[in-house]
């Protein structure tokens, strides 16, 4: 049986209007998508319950931004958490003031023991055998790489998983070593490489244990990529190298443009490396794209039917860490078990507006809830 949840009186409920994008533990998720039962981010970084609401509104709609924390467009009665005279506390979005202060609470981190990742192997007609890979750097780099550009190998006649490939544009030769490297180090097997796609190169190497594994922890219900772990369950320095592989293949972080980058369409993977990078001090931006109408990135075809997800910072710790990426060894520097994003709002805007918005009702003392950098109560 459901618990039956704390609903505040619906005149104290915030709505927003649609493709907002909330924080929830699957992902970002438009607030309209919200259900029942739900785990949303609160202001203080816990992972609630919710219960989703919507009305028909006509009247004013007001948008917050700020510098480097993304927007929220709210109606006027609508609670933003701001600090004003050196206090945090809830205005009403028809009250906000330019050089206010916003923050977003990290996720709560609490690293727990969970240091293998298990999974049965068979080699011919062999028992199967219990395997117990540690999570190594070069373990979470190759994962991040994996999300980024990797799939699972099926047989044809069976349909059974059977291997893992890695699909890269040929001119990226240093990430196609290093994947190589890194398939060497964690399982002592060699790659097999062959042309793919015209410019492309695909990668590959057989483990039915391990593609299973990967199979059922590292997607979601819609096929979508995830991340195998509760980030909040690992140290900073294996976030470093998870990271580090997410962005060789899916993002960009180089000398030259000086800033950490990573665009995907996966909500849930998007959010990961939101939560990374805050956790890492870069204070990352945050917005989205709509559907591209097709194209091609590093050598991959775009088909541009989902919104795009854009993470990016260009802080001293960003730049810090891409000069880490170059000559990567195991950071001395401790990440923070807790903290938040702090940000100065630089627009307010107003609107007529008429439809329906939506809010969400939050189990316990915090009825609060979190877009990208802005909590809304």
């Given at each position: 049986?459901?618990?039956?949840?704390?609903?505040?009186?619906?005149?104290?409920?915030?709505?927003?209007?649609?493709?907002?994008?909330?924080?929830?533990?699957?992902?970002?998720?438009?607030?309209?998508?919200?259900?029942?039962?739900?785990?949303?981010?609160?202001?203080?970084?816990?992972?609630?319950?919710?219960?989703?609401?919507?009305?028909?509104?006509?009247?004013?709609?007001?948008?917050?931004?700020?510098?480097?924390?993304?927007?929220?467009?709210?109606?006027?009665?609508?609670?933003?958490?701001?600090?004003?005279?050196?206090?945090?506390?809830?205005?009403?979005?028809?009250?906000?003031?330019?050089?206010?202060?916003?923050?977003?609470?990290?996720?709560?981190?609490?690293?727990?023991?969970?240091?293998?990742?298990?999974?049965?192997?068979?080699?011919?007609?062999?028992?199967?055998?219990?395997?117990?890979?540690?999570?190594?750097?070069?373990?979470?780099?190759?994962?991040?790489?994996?999300?980024?550009?990797?799939?699972?190998?099926?047989?044809?006649?069976?349909?059974?998983?059977?291997?893992?490939?890695?699909?890269?544009?040929?001119?990226?030769?240093?990430?196609?070593?290093?994947?190589?490297?890194?398939?060497?180090?964690?399982?002592?097997?060699?790659?097999?490489?062959?042309?793919?796609?015209?410019?492309?190169?695909?990668?590959?190497?057989?483990?039915?244990?391990?593609?299973?594994?990967l199979k059922e922890n590292c997607y979601d219900d819609?096929?979508?990529?995830?991340?195998?772990?509760?980030?909040?369950?690992?140290?900073?320095?294996?976030?470093?190298?998870?990271?580090?592989?997410?962005?060789?293949?899916?993002?960009?972080?180089?000398?030259?443009?000086?800033?950490?980058?990573?665009?995907?369409?996966?909500?849930?993977?998007?959010?990961?490396?939101?939560?990374?990078?805050?956790?890492?001090?870069?204070?990352?931006?945050?917005?989205?794209?709509?559907?591209?109408?097709?194209?091609?990135?590093?050598?991959?075809?775009?088909?541009?039917?989902?919104?795009?997800?854009?993470?990016?910072?260009?802080?001293?710790?960003?730049?810090?860490?891409?000069?880490?990426?170059?000559?990567?060894?195991?950071?001395?520097?401790?990440?923070?078990?807790?903290?938040?994003?702090?940000?100065?709002?630089?627009?307010?805007?107003?609107?007529?507006?008429?439809?329906?918005?939506?809010?969400?009702?939050?189990?316990?003392?915090?009825?609060?809830?979190?877009?990208?950098?802005?909590?809304?109560?």
């Amino acid at each position: 049986m459901s618990q039956k949840l704390n609903i505040p009186h619906v005149s104290e409920i915030s709505y927003l209007i649609p493709r907002q994008k909330i924080i929830t533990k699957k992902g970002f998720k438009n607030i309209e998508l919200v259900k029942e039962g739900d785990d949303i981010l609160t202001k203080e970084g816990l992972w609630k319950k919710c219960y989703p609401m919507s009305k028909l509104y006509k009247g004013n709609v007001y948008k917050i931004s700020s510098y480097g924390q993304g927007s929220v467009e709210v109606t006027e009665d609508s609670k933003i958490w701001v600090m004003r005279d050196s206090t945090w506390q809830w205005v009403a979005a028809k009250d906000i003031l330019l050089g206010d202060f916003i923050k977003q609470s990290w996720i709560n981190y609490n690293f727990s023991d969970k240091s293998y990742i298990c999974y049965d192997e068979r080699i011919t007609c062999s028992k199967p055998k219990s395997v117990a890979l540690s999570l190594s750097t070069s373990m979470l780099e190759l994962i991040g790489c994996f999300l980024g550009d990797g799939g699972i190998e099926i047989e044809t006649e069976t349909g059974i998983s059977c291997g893992v490939h890695f699909s890269l544009d040929k001119k990226y030769s240093e990430i196609i070593q290093r994947i190589k490297q890194l398939i060497s180090d964690v399982f002592d097997k060699e790659a097999t490489e062959y042309d793919h796609s015209g410019n492309g190169v695909r990668l590959k190497f057989y483990s039915k244990g391990f593609s299973k594994w990967l199979k059922e922890n590292c997607y979601d219900d819609h096929k979508e990529k995830i991340s195998p772990f509760d980030i909040a369950d690992l140290s900073d320095n294996l976030l470093r190298y998870l990271l580090k592989g997410l962005l060789e293949t899916d993002g960009n972080h180089t000398e030259k443009t000086e800033d950490v980058t990573f665009e995907n369409t996966s909500p849930s993977l998007a959010q990961t490396v939101y939560f990374i990078t805050q956790r890492l001090g870069m204070n990352p931006s945050f917005y989205y794209r709509d559907p591209r109408q097709g194209g091609e990135i590093r050598g991959r075809k775009i088909e541009g039917k989902k919104e795009e997800f854009v993470i990016s910072s260009g802080n001293i710790d960003a730049k810090q860490f891409i000069r880490w990426s170059k000559h990567p060894i195991p950071s001395a520097k401790k990440a923070c078990n807790h903290g938040s994003c702090v940000g100065r709002i630089n627009g307010v805007g107003v609107y007529d507006f008429k439809g329906m918005v939506y809010g969400i009702s939050v189990e316990g003392d915090d009825p609060s809830f979190c877009v990208p950098g802005i909590a809304i109560g």
